[in-house]
């Protein structure tokens, strides 16, 4: 039986009726409807050419569900090249611009492990370089879902023993993701991404997901796809869908911007003297609600943060997060995953990809660097 029928007995399980109604095939289809509902109207194409050995250029907004548009594609196509993979060999990497973007990829990912018996790792932020070949080395993993530099940086190490070579693991990859691609050379990655697809099979299949396609990721899709298949969504509607290469991207203020469906934007004029004021005052409004609140540095985090707790105190919990706290970042970010209510003081490393379910308010108390 397929990994995809697997699946499938699990969701039936949930609801046994199904395959009582249906046959094998229509029961997969309806069941994927159920589980991914309105997903598979817009990613649908995405995924048909994925595929089927073409690369794709999928622009669609922060929320659309860009992430199960490669995850099923690339246990597809993993599995349909052999069915067994041994622990230490890559069939796909995954490049997302932040540590937590990447644990949110792999939970993913998580869903679908115990019947397609695939493996996945993390490699990110600025721990131990050594932590991660040994726990390569003694793990495996054929799915790798990494940041640039911390990447980089792995490829360019052997370890002792000789289990650990990535520049010659690569050599399988039959799956490149970019996710969140825009994010991706915002952060000054463009070297790393060119460097990292200098090491991967020129016959790979390459995803190119992004909330926007700005003008200077011409040369990335130019030195990293094949005639890609360019996919425009909007909320769940597909609009455009051409093969061709993208030769002049528009520029960031011609970009078409759309919003999640359901997103309601609100803005309130202040002035610079009593912003502060203002969002005093709001978040006393909404002490039961859970709340993420934008500074435009890491400094205004800490000294806002610190600010915020001296005024509250005990009426709510409010944490703080930025690039700069690589230690104990994924633990606050998993605390105010789990938390009810709240407020979580942030940078724009929080924008992008993450998906933090039940915020009931995104406040945006500095001007954001790029409206997205």
Sequence with gaps: MSWKMNL?????????????????????????????????????????????????????????????????????????????????????????????????????????????????????????????VKKFCKDGGNIIIATPGRLETLLNLNSENGDFNLKVQFKMVEVFVLDEADRLLELGFSKSLTKIMSHLPKTRRTGLFSATIPKNMAELIKIGMRNPMLIVIDGHKLLLSEEAMLEKPMENDQQTMSTPHGLKIYYSIVAPEAKLAVLRKFLLDHLNEKILIFFSTCRCVDYFGEFLKKIFKKKTKILTI??????????????????????????????????????????????????R
């Design 322 to 371: 930025h690039g700069k706290k690589q230690n104990g970042r994924q633990r606050i970010f998993n605390q105010f995953l789990k938390m009810k209510s709240g407020i979580l003081v942030a940078t724009d490393l929080m924008t992008r990809g993450i998906d933090v379910a039940d915020i009931d308010w995104v406040v945006q108390f500095d001007p954001p660097r790029q409206a």
């Design 8 to 132: 499938i007995n699990q969701v039936n399980q949930v609801v046994p009726s199904f395959t009582d109604i249906f046959d094998e095939e229509t029961f997969y289809l309806t069941a994927f409807l159920f589980v991914i509902g309105s997903f598979l109207v817009a990613f649908k194409s995405c995924i048909e050419h994925f595929v089927s050995f073409k690369d794709v250029i999928v622009q669609a907004p922060t929320g659309s569900g860009k992430t199960l548009a490669y995850v099923l594609p690339v246990l597809e196509i993993l599995l349909k090249e052999k069915p067994e993979w041994k622990k230490s060999e890559i069939g796909a990497v995954i490049l997302v611009p932040s540590q937590e973007l990447a644990v949110q990829v792999e939970k993913v990912f998580s869903y679908f492990l115990n019947v397609t018996k695939l493996r996945t790792v993390i490699f990110s932020g600025k721990k131990n370089v050594k932590k991660d």
